[in-house]
């Protein structure tokens, strides 16, 4: 149980278009989802923090314009990197709690912009 | 300014060793220590979690130790395996006060030699 699936796995845009990344909690339904960036051979940083039908809260330094976080419903989350350019180059993470404390970590996006 | 600082930065141990990663955190509103364990191109996977009312914690080959006073844990893994090569991340989080997001400390690389 506690899965947690990402899509696309990896997707390679041309700059200046926008990227979908889908989080899904596969068998369990998530109030709050967070999504990270990870950079290479570095640790995770908490982009945004989603909760189920409100506004997400961002990090500081995170342009809430550029990075559009949907918590639909208790099963899905969206992180939409709007006009994308080569330094959005990264792997972006969600994670999903299933209570106050345990999160569980989706696979990862790999996102090149060429 | 980081408020979970894990250490070594980098281990190596012989098939059957004994690694130990330690994390020291500043934050006594903490009380919830997740480690995770991360593949390359993979989303972290929790591994083992302690909450702050006991001082050690095992599951399988992985233990936490807690020290409350010192405000550390550690990570240790016993009979340790060349499939257990990865990148440990240690966290925190306050979860009693609601869901909060998880620090991570910056990573351990853990290469175990056969």
């Known amino acids: 149980g506690a899965v947690v699936s990402q899509h696309p796995s990896r997707v390679i845009c041309k700059s200046g278009t926008s990227v979908k990344i889908e989080c899904r909690s596969l068998d369990f339904q998530a109030t709050t989802m967070f999504w990270y960036r990870q950079f290479p051979k570095k640790s995770l940083m908490l982009m945004a923090t989603?909760?189920?039908?409100?506004?997400?809260?961002?990090e500081q330094g995170v342009e809430k314009d550029k990075f559009l976080i949907n918590h639909a419903s208790l099963t899905l989350s969206t992180l939409t990197v709007t006009s994308a350019h080569p330094e959005d180059s990264s792997f972006y993470i969600c994670s999903a709690s299933t209570s106050a404390d345990t999160q569980y970590f989706g696979p990862g996006t790999r996102l090149t912009v060429l | 300014q980081q408020q979970v600082k894990q250490s070594p930065q980098s281990l190596i141990v012989q098939k059957g060793g004994i690694p130990i990663i330690n994390c020291a955190y500043e934050n006594t509103a903490f009380d919830y220590f997740p480690w995770y364990q991360q593949f390359p191109g993979k989303g972290p996977a929790l591994l083992i979690a302690i909450r702050p009312d006991v001082s050690e914690k095992k599951e399988g080959r992985f233990t936490i130790s807690f020290n409350k006073s010192a405000k550390q844990f550690s990570l240790h893994i016993m009979d340790s395996q060349p499939g257990d090569s990865a990148t440990y991340f240690c966290?925190?989080?306050?979860?009693?006060?609601?869901?909060?997001?998880?620090?991570f400390g910056k990573g351990t690389r853990l290469s175990v030699i056969a």
């Open positions: 966290a925190a989080s306050t979860v009693n006060s609601g869901n909060t997001p998880l620090v």
């Open positions: 989603s909760n189920e039908g409100s506004k997400a809260t961002y």
